[in-house]
């Protein structure tokens, strides 16, 4: 379904370029506000955000919307994605919005919708809205205009749900984690919820300043979280990354754990208590060939879908599995949540290192991943190197040399100007060699 604002994860962009600028965010607001008016009680909407500096003016612009057709707004400030679509369904609201671009750059943001229930919407909401956003939407009697507040405990609870998918026998005393918080909207409640639970914690990416979230630090730059971990002598490092969706962990010696082998992790410790719903776990194309063998040979499953969560959760829900995610640490846990959840997904993890009472290096590298090479290509916003010859030539060359060995995955992000060119295979340097000539191709075509 072609989509003119939603993309993958809600509508995303550059701040005050279109569609991401406080005008089309009052319009949002009003379009989605007019489409949950259903029934006669009073409605309501949630509203979260990370710790961007655009936040505070689509926050606004939001706000402004939504109460002009008659909807109450809640308002929490800085809390995690997971937190909005939990508090949104406990609070009973009509629809809860997330203020965020998640693992972007802090000049990108993003609005993120849950309905009632928790979820994402689907797309035929989404469309809908679409439809009202270019339409007319009738404004309140001033009388019935809404109202706005601020709630004071939403991190605290938010904090203790988390905190109850904890194994209540277990306890994280004498472990020291590093927690890097991507000087995003988790910096208050993740450390928070560690300590809480007795852990020693050394928590960084906790400065936000408005634009320096994700800028060096949480789950897409693992680096500085890898050296801390190791100078500090601590157990494990986990990271999040801007709305705290995500989780990538690091091991005592200072090696990257992907979500892969996270997913890996838990079923295994959840199939062992019989708790592993569907036979095995669902995961994206991008996920690694050996993360399908090792389930394999536990007897377990793995089913795929195309890149994004909500494809993923589309398929746990209709099929019946209750673990699913994707390699890049967006993991989803259906006993306890509506979308990913970067430090519920940590507290399984860890749930898991203490009943082995074994270090992390032994414990989370579950299986040898093929050889395999992710690259992004950026372009400008409009082009479609896709589509031109030079790039297509470029990948049916790679596809042929892999063929039979490994195998060629393209995919146009549905949130940024970029493409993300992945293959893997048996031989480390033939995978390089495919990746590089269509990046490239890609490059010249652009």
Known sequence: MARKYFGTDGIRGLTNLSPMTAAMAMKVGMAAGSYFLRGEHK?????????????????????????SVGMDVIMTGPLPTPAIAMLTQSMRADIGVMISASHNPFADNGIKLFGPDGYKLSDEAEAAIEALIDGDVPLAEAKVIGRARRIDDAQGRYINSAKATFPKDLRLDGMRIVVDCANGAAYKVAPSALWELGADVIAIGVDPNGTNINDGVGSTAPQTLSETVVASGANIGIALDGDADRLIVVDEAGRVVDGDQLMATIAAGWARAGRLQGGG?????????????????QGLGLVRTAVGDRH??????????????????????????????????????LAELRRADAPASEVLHRFEPLPQLLKNVRFERGARPLDISLVKDAIAAGEAELEGRGRVLIRPSGTEPVIRVMAEGDDQGQVERVVDAICSAIRSAA
């Open 43 to 67: 409605h309501r909407v949630l509203i979260g955000k990370d710790t961007r500096l655009s936040g505070y003016m689509l926050e606004s612009a939001l706000i402004a919307g939504f109460t």
């Open 281 to 297: 776990l669902v995961a994206t194309v991008m996920s690694n060939l050996g993360l399908e063998r090792h389930l394999a040979a």
């Open 312 to 349: 993923v959760l589309e398929k746990m829900r209709g099929s019946g599995y209750n673990v699913g995610g994707e390699q890049s640490g967006h993991i989803i846990l259906a006993d306890y949540a509506t979308t990913g959840d970067g430090l519920v997904a940590a507290l399984q993890v």
